[in-house]
T-cell receptor, first 116, second 110 residues
């Protein structure tokens, strides 16, 4: 089946540095990808919608200058957490729609970010 | 942000029993609803989707949708310890955005 590959799976960074997370669609093209964040024991919160070749659409309350999204090709979207702080520590997950129908959405394996 | 609500649990059931998970949503624009299972530290995996009023069965799982009451449920028959996980209810808005409930933690006791 269609797979969304997400890297890295875990990252630990120092406060003030930037971290890039990649989300790749394997064997299919994804014009739209979605980025979610999940805090411990909380649900997934949609952060932004990544559109190939155009600017991402951010959900209310998400800082676009802090969470930079680039969707330069039909198979790759990246999320960069800039000037990371401990409160940015979370589980970040990307998702893409594979095709039509309700089963057409697939999630990446997630990235556990820890900012120390 | 659209609102999808779930009881956080934990819901504890004995092995072999029926587990009943519930979800309500606040926006009538939603037309499709999904149940995901998430193990600790892992990404969600799709269990079922439903978009018509009534019941939809798939193996041990039955999803129920009542649009008038804005209510979605998931029944798990013959619950197994391996079913222990957090179950997320999600609503699809604008045909491409998922909004998730907070999740219900299910604990199936052997």
């Amino acid at each position: 089946g269609a797979v969304v590959s997400q890297h890295p799976s875990r990252v630990i960074c120092k406060s003030g540095t930037s971290v890039k997370i990649e989300c790749r669609s394997l064997d299919f093209q994804a014009t739209t990808m979605f980025w979610y964040r999940q805090f411990p024991k909380k649900s997934l919160m949609l952060m932004a919608t990544s559109n190939e070749g155009s600017k991402a659409t951010y959900e209310q309350g998400v800082e676009k200058d802090k969470f930079l999204i680039n969707h330069a090709s039909l198979t790759l979207s990246t999320l960069t957490v800039t000037s990371a702080h401990p409160e940015d520590s979370s589980f970040y997950i990307c998702s893409a729609r594979v095709g039509g129908g309700d089963y057409g959405y697939t999630f990446g394996s997630g990235t556990r970010l820890t900012v120390v | 942000q659209k609102e999808v609500e779930q009881n956080s649990g934990p819901l504890s059931v004995p092995e072999g029993a029926i587990a009943s998970l519930n979800c309500t949503y606040s926006d009538r624009v939603s037309q499709s609803f999904f149940w995901y299972r998430q193990y600790s530290g892992k990404s969600p995996e799709l269990i079922m989707s439903i978009y018509s009023n009534g019941d939809k069965e798939d193996g041990r799982f039955t999803a129920q949708l009542n649009k008038a009451s804005q209510y979605v449920s998931l029944l798990i028959r013959d619950s197994q310890p391996s079913d222990s996980a957090t179950y997320l209810c999600a609503a699809l808005y604008n045909f491409n955005k998922f909004y998730f409930g907070s999740g219900t933690k299910l604990n199936v006791k052997p």
